[in-house]
C-alpha cells in the first residue's frame, strides 16, 4: 500500500469533535460542582412577618408571631427574650394562660426546640402576664414597647419590637 494514498481526518473535522468533547466535560463539570456548592451554601433565614399584640381577660398580653423561614436549610428555634429577659424554660409548651399569681411569660414554642423547615411558615405565641409586684413584667403597661428575641440553635437571634396594647 503506498503510504501517500492514505486519507486523514481532516482538521476541520478534528477540530468539531475536540470542541464537542471540551462542552461535553464542561457541562458535566458544572453539573458536579453545583452539587458539591449547594451542600455548603446553605443558612437558615427567619422572618418575623407580622408580630402584634392583644390584651387578655387579665392583665396580661398575648403576642402573635408569624415566622417564615425562606433560608435554604432548616432552622431551630430554642429560645425567647422579652427585654433580654429569658421566658421561664419549664413553663414553654403551655396552652393555657397561668392562675395571674405572680409576673410570667410562656411561649407556645415547645421545650426542645421549634423546627421549621425550608419554605414553612409557623404561627408562636407569647403570653405575658403582670402581676401586682415590683420586678419581672409587672413594670409593663399598654403602650409600651417590648423587645421580643426569638435565638436559633444555629446562633442567629431574630428581633421584633412590639407594642402592647
Known sequence: MNPQKRKAVSPVIAT????????TVSVG????????SSQYTQFEKVEIQTAYSAKTDGSGW????????????????????????PLNS???GASAFPDGTGDQAVTSLTSG????????????????WRADADNGYSTLSSGTTVNIKIHSAGGMD????????
Open 16 to 23: 468539531v469533535i475536540l470542541v464537542a468533547v471540551a462542552i
Open 158 to 165: 431574630y428581633i421584633k419590637l412590639v407594642e402592647l396594647v
Open 113 to 128: 426546640g421549634q423546627v421549621i423547615g425550608s419554605g414553612e411558615s409557623v404561627v408562636v405565641y407569647v403570653w405575658i
Open 62 to 85: 398575648l403576642v402573635t408571631m408569624n415566622l417564615k423561614n425562606s433560608g435554604t436549610s432548616s432552622a431551630s428555634l430554642t429560645d425567647i427574650f422579652i427585654n433580654d429577659i
Open 90 to 92: 419549664t413553663a414553654y
Open 29 to 36: 463539570v458544572s453539573y458536579w460542582m453545583g452539587g458539591i
